[in-house]
């Protein structure tokens, strides 16, 4: 495989995950940070910066529609539901072993 095809499969990869988080909604940003340590707020962040990496300027905002398809106010007007006090006690406990997300590595 030439590294042109192996970018395309990536790239096919990422909108396949962008698609199962698309037909998700009902798992929440907060179960994927208890769950990986990382929600679509971090990939938009991670697809920002690796834009700009590039020399192109995705800002947040802009990747957020990519991840969420559609603008993040209506996706979280439309999906987003009240965290727990469960998933917050969670987030809380786990939260002290995030590292901070680096957009680049």
């Known amino acids: ?9 990536e790239a096919a990869t990422f909108r396949r995950l962008l698609g199962h988080l698309d ?5 929440q940003n907060i179960d994927l940070m208890n ?3 990382f929600c679509r707020n971090c990939l938009s962040k991670w697809y920002s910066a690796e834009a700009e990496n590039r020399g192109h300027e995705v800002g947040y905002d802009a990747a957020r529609e990519i991840v969420y398809g559609m ?3 209506e996706w979280k ?6 965290a727990t006090q469960e998933q917050l006690d969670k987030f809380s406990q ?4 995030f590292k901070k997300i680096s957009p680049v590595n």
């Open 71 to 73: 603008p993040y106010l």
């Open 77 to 82: 007007a439309k999906y987003q539901q009240e």
């Open 1 to 9: 495989m030439d590294n042109k095809e192996r970018v395309e499969i």
């Open 94 to 97: 786990q939260s002290k072993n």
């Open 23 to 27: 037909s998700r909604k009902d798992v």
């Open 35 to 37: 769950l990986a340590s």
